[in-house]
T-cell receptor, first 117, second 111 residues
């Protein structure tokens, strides 16, 4: 089944304890992205990657790191989590297409609910 | 910076009613616009994608329109059903690969 998977789905941690949220897709998509969703603010893009070893900042990259060493995986790293990073996180991927990525739909993972105490 | 607004924030209608959800954006220089559905505890499901050169897209009971010059899109749902109850999000794609989402319209269709 074609899908985007995220792990863990739920995580409660404490301030300053490094954590990684994994994201994997089995659709051979080149484009992957991370978002956070907060009440009243909608989804905001954190980082995106257009291919292996190519990453770029979205709207809210502060406090986050990403890496793209393989096409299928795009982990989100919080080196020193803080309470303001408590949120619902989504990973997404999209296939390449004509017109350089502009024509294709994004597919989302199920989300990771993170609480930082 | 692109800002996306969705009105209303919440909507409750009786089953069978036709309804319209609105999405507006501040910068008309978009590549395309995508409508999603989000169910509680789940990810986003793509409903319709409208390319910037198109004016509308249809899928079953759903019809989405796009007016780039006025910065507006609408999602029309015909003959609503209780299974349509969810949060509907619109997203615009700008600057090649940046996505901007609205905060959503929470729809409740009463049996």
């Amino acid at each position: 089944e074609a899908q985007v998977t995220q792990n863990p789905r739920y995580l409660i941690t404490v301030t300053g304890k490094k954590l990684t949220v994994t994201c994997s897709q089995n659709m051979n998509h080149e484009y992957m992205s991370w978002y956070r969703q907060d009440p009243g603010l909608g989804l905001r893009q954190i980082y995106y990657s257009m291919n292996v070893e190519v990453t770029d900042k979205g709207d809210v990259p502060e406090g986050y790191k990403v890496s793209r060493k393989e096409k299928r995986n795009f982990p989100l790293i919080l080196e020193s989590p803080s309470p303001n990073q408590t949120s619902l996180y989504f990973c997404a991927s999209r296939p390449p297409g004509l017109g350089a990525f502009i024509d294709n739909e994004q597919f989302f993972g199920p989300g990771t609910r993170l609480t930082v105490l | 910076k692109q800002e996306v607004t969705q009105i209303p924030a919440a909507l409750s209608v009786p089953e069978g009613e036709n309804l319209v959800l609105n999405c507006s954006f501040t910068d008309s220089a978009i590549y395309n616009l995508q409508w999603f559905r989000q169910d509680p505890g789940k990810g986003l499901t793509s409903l319709l994608l409208i390319q910037s050169s198109q004016r509308e897209q249809t899928s079953g009971r759903l019809n989405a329109s796009l007016d780039k010059s006025s910065g507006r899109s609408t999602l029309y749902i015909a003959a609503s059903q209780p299974g349509d109850s969810a949060t509907y999000l619109c997203a615009v794609i700008c600057g090649f690969n940046k996505f901007y989402f609205g905060s959503g319209t929470k729809l409740n269709v009463k049996p």
